[in-house]
């Protein structure tokens, strides 16, 4: 008996069960071999084998039979059916599972969700090194709490921990509970590391809380995409909170006009 995958999952799971036919021909001692001779040893199995059948579908069983002779071995034929059974299930498996992909890749904001989940895991891995620095995170808090116009810059050496501190002020931020928060570490992502790809995503996102209108298509040339985001930007008549750790890293010789030099205060 083998089997792969795990129970509670029965879909993803495949039992092989191997039954011996005609074996009266062999010997006590060679039947040994491949049937357990003692009975509670046996019964144990059998209960195992009872629960594998009752718990998994018809359709996650194989049971192949073998002949066993004389010689104590195994007829090889039935190789070849359990070879065919196993791959059939597996290919079933493996298209079940890319369909299952392509219909969530179609749904609706999927690149989205993508692009927000690799930089939650991002920042996740930041939170578990951050220690301290308390006037940093007052001074963030105190300007998302104002009423300044321009952006908030947090510039340090490389290695200074900016992004871990980042990381801490957009967790005690989503805490507060004031306004939507929006974040990307630019590199944290394929998609972040470009610009145009960055900030149609900032946009796209503000789209779906409601706080932009997502144009219709995003301009080809660089200046005119350039403005159109920072029109869109500007625009801006809700609380948010956008958080952009490294934009300086961004592939683009255009990069920092992207961001308005004033930002919009509902």
Known sequence: MGSAGNVAAPREAI????????????????????????????????????????DLPTACMITVKAFLGADGRLDQAYLGHFTEQVTSKLKAAIDRHIAAIEQIEQG????????????????????????????????????????????????????????????????????????PVIYRFVGASAASSNFRSLFVSLIEELALFGHVQKPEAFEDDANKFTEQIKSALSSVSKPVVIFLDALDQSASPIAPAGSPRSCPRA
Do not use: C, W
Request: glycine share 8%; charged share 30%.
């Open 15 to 54: 039992a092989v069960m191997r039954e011996l036919v005609d074996s009266t021909s062999a010997p006590p001692e060679l039947m040994s071999r491949f049937v357990e001779q003692d009975g509670n040893r046996k019964q144990r199995l059998d209960g195992i084998k009872e629960r594998i059948r009752r």
């Open 108 to 179: 609706p904001n999927f690149a989205l969700k993508r692009e927000q989940a690799e930089h939650q895991q991002f920042r996740a891995q930041k939170l578990k090194v951050f220690v301290g620095r308390k006037s940093n995170l007052d001074a963030i808090k105190s300007y998302i709490g104002g009423s300044a116009d321009h952006p908030l810059v947090l510039y340090g050496s490389s290695g200074a921990a900016k992004s871990a501190l980042i990381a801490r002020a957009i967790a005690d931020a989503e805490a507060a509970g004031d306004a």
